[in-house]
């Protein structure tokens, strides 16, 4: 049972415009949400965060939304650079189940 | 400050081995996680330990393993090893653990293959 859901594998974004990955979940009890970003050979790196009480948290030109009715998250980077190009994976949490479940992760494209 | 160190990056192991995987969290930092990536899958949970205790405990088989040491060190151990054990090995460790507003920070990883 796939309760975060990342359904674009892949997205291709010219440099300069705006790149918006998008996270599905099924789990109303979540009530934190992560953002990273990954690049091969390397760790997951920590982007952005938003709790439930919350519906946008934006750090520079990362901006996460969250619409709790649809139960969707969507990270919005502009301007996107050729740097951005890596892999994207969303996290859920329930407070005191002490783990968090990623998505299957967007490849991100960014074109020169 | 250092980050989260993981201990080997890379090892080539046989079906059937066991492996052991070591993980240094960040300084300060009480909680770890360990999560398994493979092609297409993301992250699958494994653990996580706190102060020596393990709160949570994902679908994986028993012959997957770990423990937290007093200095919050973590190890974690896979026995008699099956081809699809080839992955990612992810380490990752907080203040006070998954949560809300507590973020967890991810180390390099240890690449293991099983032949």
């Known amino acids: 049972d796939q309760q975060v859901k990342q359904n674009s594998p892949s997205l291709s974004v010219q440099e300069g415009r705006i790149s918006i990955l998008n996270c599905d979940y099924t789990n109303s009890m979540f009530d934190y949400f992560l953002w990273y970003k990954k690049y091969p050979a390397e760790g997951p790196t920590f982007l952005i965060s938003?709790?439930?009480?919350?519906d946008k948290n934006e750090d520079g030109r990362f901006t996460v939304f969250l619409n709790k009715s649809a139960k969707h998250l969507s990270l919005h980077i502009v301007p996107s650079q050729p740097g951005d190009s890596a892999v994207y994976f969303c996290?859920?949490?329930?407070?005191?189940?002490?783990?968090?479940?990623f998505g299957t992760g967007t490849r991100l494209k960014v074109l020169a | 400050k250092a980050g989260v160190t993981q201990t080997p990056r890379y090892l080539i192991k046989t079906r059937g081995q066991q492996v052991t995987l070591s993980c240094s969290p960040i300084?300060?930092?009480?909680?770890v996680s360990w999560y398994q990536q493979t092609p297409g899958q993301g992250l699958q949970f494994l653990f996580e330990y706190f102060s020596e205790t393990q709160r949570n405990k994902g679908n994986f088989p028993g012959r997957f393993s770990g423990r937290q040491f007093s200095n919050s060190r973590s190890e974690m151990n896979v026995s008699t090893l099956e081809l699809g054990d080839s992955a990612l090995y992810l380490c990752?460790?907080?203040?006070?653990?998954?949560?809300?507003?507590?973020?967890?920070?991810f180390g390099e990883g240890s690449w293991l293959t099983v032949v």
């Open positions: 938003i709790s439930s009480i919350k």
């Open positions: 996290a859920a949490c329930t407070s005191g189940t002490y783990k968090y479940i």
């Open positions: 300084s300060g930092h009480r909680s």
């Open positions: 990752a460790s907080s203040l006070a653990g998954p949560g809300s507003g507590n973020t967890i920070y």
